[in-house]
C-alpha cells in the first residue's frame, strides 16, 4: 500500500458526523497546561479513534499555538485511526526526493506516512538508542515540517525520555541589543535565525544544537561565537520539559518552535514509537 492510498483509506474509514455512536462530546475533553513547566498541555478523556468536534480541533489547534505540545494520554490506535486523527490538523508531510530525511525509502525517496522510530529489527530501526540531542525535525529543508506526532506502543526500562525546548521562551529572554543582532540574519541553509510563529506571531530562534551551520555575510569567528553562545541559551532549564513516557501516550509538537532530544536507553530493551510528521510553509 503507497503512502497515498494508505492516508486515503484512513480518510475513508474515519468516523464521521453521521456516526453518533461515535461523535465525541467535546465535554468529555479536558486539557491541563503543565503550569510548572516551560511547555505543554495535558489533553484528558479525548478518543484519537472518534470523530471530533469542530469546536474540539478548534481549542486544541489554539492550547497547540500556546504550550507548543500537547499530550494526549491512554491511546490504542491502528496506523489508520492514528494517521485519521493527524489529518485533524494539517496534510501529511512529503518532501521531495532530493531532500532526503528520516526513514526515506529507496523505492521513492520519501518516507512513509507512519514512520517507526525504534531500535527494534524489523520495526524500523531508524534511531537506535544512543542519545539524540536537540533538534528541529527537517530543519534543512526547504520546507520543514509544522509539527509531528510520536505515538508510545513499547518502551524500554530504563532511558528513552524525550525533552522539548520551548525556543520562543529562548528568543523573548535575549538581551534587546542581542535580539536586534539576530533578527535579520539567515542561516546557509534556506532558513532565518529568527522565525515567526504564522500562527501567534511570536518570534522563535530556529537553530539546532549540533549540526553545522553559517551565517550569511558575518565573519565565520564572529558567526561561530554567536551559535554556540545562542546554542548555550537555548539549553537552559527554564526552557525545557522533560517527558516521561507512558504506553498509549501521543505528544503532537509544535516543530516550528521547539528542539526536542532523547535519552539514551539499554541496547537491549525494545523502544518502539510511531511518528507523523504533517506539512508546513517556508520560514519566514
Same mark, same amino acid.
Do not use: C
Given at each position: 500500500?503507497?503512502?497515498?492510498?494508505?492516508?486515503?483509506?484512513?480518510?475513508?474509514? %474515519?468516523?464521521?458526523?453521521?456516526?453518533?455512536?461515535?461523535?465525541?462530546?467535546?465535554?468529555?475533553?479536558?486539557?491541563?497546561?503543565?503550569?510548572? @513547566?516551560?511547555?505543554?498541555?495535558?489533553?484528558?478523556?479525548?478518543? %484519537?479513534?472518534?470523530?471530533?468536534?469542530? @469546536?474540539?480541533?478548534?481549542?486544541?489547534?489554539?492550547?497547540?499555538?500556546?504550550?507548543?505540545?500537547?499530550?494526549?494520554?491512554?491511546?490504542?490506535?491502528?496506523?489508520?485511526?492514528?494517521? %485519521?486523527?493527524?489529518?485533524?490538523?494539517?496534510?501529511?508531510?512529503?518532501?521531495?526526493?532530493?531532500?532526503?530525511?528520516?526513514?526515506?525509502?529507496?523505492?521513492?525517496?520519501?518516507?512513509?506516512?507512519?514512520?517507526?522510530?525504534?531500535?527494534?529489527?524489523?520495526?524500523?530501526?531508524?534511531?537506535?538508542?544512543?542519545?539524540?540531542?536537540?533538534?528541529?525535525?527537517?530543519?534543512?529543508?526547504?520546507?520543514?515540517?509544522?509539527?509531528?506526532?510520536?505515538?508510545?506502543? @513499547?518502551?524500554?526500562?530504563?532511558?528513552?525520555?524525550?525533552?522539548?525546548?520551548?525556543?520562543?521562551?529562548?528568543?523573548?529572554?535575549?538581551?534587546?541589543?542581542?535580539?536586534?543582532?539576530?533578527?535579520?540574519?539567515?542561516?546557509?541553509?534556506?532558513?532565518?535565525?529568527?522565525?515567526?510563529?504564522?500562527?501567534?506571531?511570536?518570534?522563535?530562534?530556529?537553530?539546532?544544537?549540533?549540526?553545522?551551520?553559517?551565517?550569511?555575510?558575518?565573519?565565520?569567528?564572529?558567526?561561530?561565537?554567536?551559535?554556540?553562545?545562542?546554542?548555550?541559551?537555548?539549553?537552559?532549564?527554564?526552557?525545557?520539559? @522533560?517527558?516521561?513516557?507512558?504506553?498509549?501516550?501521543?505528544?503532537?509538537?509544535?516543530?516550528?518552535?521547539?528542539?526536542?532530544?532523547?535519552?539514551?536507553?539499554?541496547?537491549?530493551?525494545?523502544?518502539?514509537?510511531?511518528?507523523?510528521?504533517?506539512?508546513?510553509?517556508?520560514?519566514?
Amino acid at each position: 500500500m503507497t503512502a497515498l492510498t494508505q492516508l486515503s483509506q484512513a480518510i475513508h474509514d %474515519a468516523p464521521r458526523w453521521h456516526q453518533p455512536e461515535r461523535f465525541q462530546n467535546p465535554e468529555e475533553i479536558q486539557i491541563i497546561p503543565l503550569a510548572e @513547566e516551560a511547555l505543554g498541555a495535558v489533553v484528558f478523556g479525548l478518543d %484519537a479513534r472518534k470523530a471530533q468536534a469542530g @469546536e474540539t480541533i478548534y481549542r486544541l489547534k489554539q492550547t497547540l499555538a500556546e504550550y507548543l505540545i500537547l499530550i494526549f494520554k491512554n491511546q490504542t490506535l491502528d496506523d489508520l485511526q492514528y494517521l %485519521a486523527f493527524a489529518s485533524y490538523f494539517g496534510s501529511i508531510f512529503r518532501p521531495s526526493a532530493d531532500n532526503p530525511v528520516l526513514a526515506s525509502q529507496t523505492e521513492t525517496g520519501v518516507p512513509p506516512d507512519v514512520v517507526p522510530v525504534s531500535n527494534a529489527v524489523g520495526q524500523g530501526d531508524y534511531t537506535g538508542h544512543g542519545e539524540l540531542t536537540p533538534h528541529a525535525d527537517h530543519q534543512w529543508t526547504p520546507l520543514p515540517s509544522f509539527g509531528s506526532l510520536l505515538y508510545a506502543l @513499547e518502551l524500554p526500562q530504563d532511558g528513552g525520555q524525550t525533552s522539548w525546548f520551548n525556543t520562543i521562551k529562548a528568543y523573548d529572554a535575549l538581551p534587546n541589543d542581542v535580539k536586534k543582532q539576530i533578527d535579520q540574519l539567515q542561516l546557509i541553509t534556506y532558513n532565518p535565525l529568527v522565525r515567526t510563529h504564522p500562527e501567534s506571531g511570536r518570534k522563535a530562534l530556529w537553530l539546532n544544537t549540533r549540526s553545522e551551520v553559517e551565517l550569511l555575510n558575518v565573519d565565520d569567528t564572529e558567526g561561530s561565537e554567536l551559535i554556540a553562545a545562542l546554542r548555550t541559551h537555548i539549553l537552559k532549564p527554564e526552557f525545557r520539559y @522533560e517527558h516521561h513516557w507512558e504506553t498509549g501516550d501521543i505528544i503532537f509538537w509544535d516543530n516550528q518552535v521547539t528542539l526536542h532530544s532523547r535519552r539514551p536507553f539499554p541496547v537491549d530493551q525494545r523502544r518502539l514509537l510511531k511518528r507523523i510528521s504533517l506539512a508546513g510553509g517556508r520560514p519566514y
